[in-house]
T-cell receptor, first 115, second 110 residues
Framework: DAGITQSPRHKVTETGTPVTLRCHQT?????MYWYRQDPGHGLRLIHY???????DKGEVSDGYSVSRSKTEDFLLTLESATSSQTSVYFC??????????????FGPGTRLTVL | ELKVEQNPLFLSMQEGKNYTIYCNYS?????LYWYRQDPGKSLESLFV?????AVKQEGRLMASLDTKARLSTLHITAAVHDLSATYFC??????????FGEGTQLTVNP
């Protein structure tokens, strides 16, 4: 499972409240990603990080911010949650293996419901 | 904007039959990935295809890549119920970011 954990695994919150999701990895991977998964859209990239304090936007970054103050943790924050952010959120790491395949491995996911 | 299209999006097939899932993408890429997702679970890496003409096989699944046609296929041979899942293809032209297709929900019926 590439040593990736996500917390919380489930969360129900109300519109307008801030929410922070945490992704933790134990294998010192440089790249980390946040995706959201919605029916009919597959997975869409929100933000990613290529090192401590180095982050960039993905295709659906509006309404989200991220931080990475240490290699092992990548935080996703919804500053003011909206119902359209109800989704399943996956964290991933990029493992550059012996064949240099750059395969991404995914965490278990966080199911977020915004009422 | 990179687009990745899979078809079909829904596939119901009988055990023992063969079928192919198609993945088309809109920009040049030498890297294509196939993932499997069981209901309520995370994504599991199946195949990584790194060059034109690449072919990978694992059990009843075989994936191929034609970079000139911007097309990958996932072929299922003699399907069994355990293959029921959603299958995603994803493209990585930059070497650091994946763009996913919508997924193909496969149901294998006895």
């Amino acid at each position: 499972d590439a040593g990736i954990t996500q917390s919380p695994r489930h969360k129900v919150t109300e519109t307008g409240t801030p929410v922070t999701l945490r992704c933790h990895q134990t294998e010192n991977h440089r790249y980390m990603y946040w995706y959201r998964q919605d029916p009919g859209h597959g997975l869409r990239l929100i933000h990613y990080s290529y090192g401590v304090k180095d982050t960039d936007k993905g295709e659906v970054s509006d309404g989200y911010s991220v931080s990475r103050s240490k290699t092992e943790d990548f935080l996703l924050t919804l500053e003011s949650a909206t119902s359209s952010q109800t989704s399943v959120y996956f964290c991933a790491i990029n493992n550059i293996d012996r064949e240099y395949t750059n395969t991404q491995y995914f965490g278990p996911g966080t199911r977020l419901t915004v009422l | 904007e990179l687009k990745v299209e899979q078809n079909p999006l829904f596939l119901s097939m009988q055990e023992g039959k063969n079928y192919t899932i198609y993945c088309n993408y809109s920009t040049t890429s030498d890297r294509l990935y196939w993932y499997r997702q069981d209901p309520g679970k995370s994504l599991e890496s199946l195949f990584v295809l790194l060059s034109n003409g690449a072919v990978k096989q694992e059990g009843r699944l075989m994936a191929s890549l034609d970079t000139k046609a911007r097309l990958s296929t996932l072929h299922i041979t003699a399907a069994v119920h355990d293959l029921s899942a959603t299958y995603f293809c994803a493209v990585d032209p930059s070497g650091s970011r994946l763009t996913f297709g919508e997924g193909t929900q496969l149901t294998v019926n006895p």
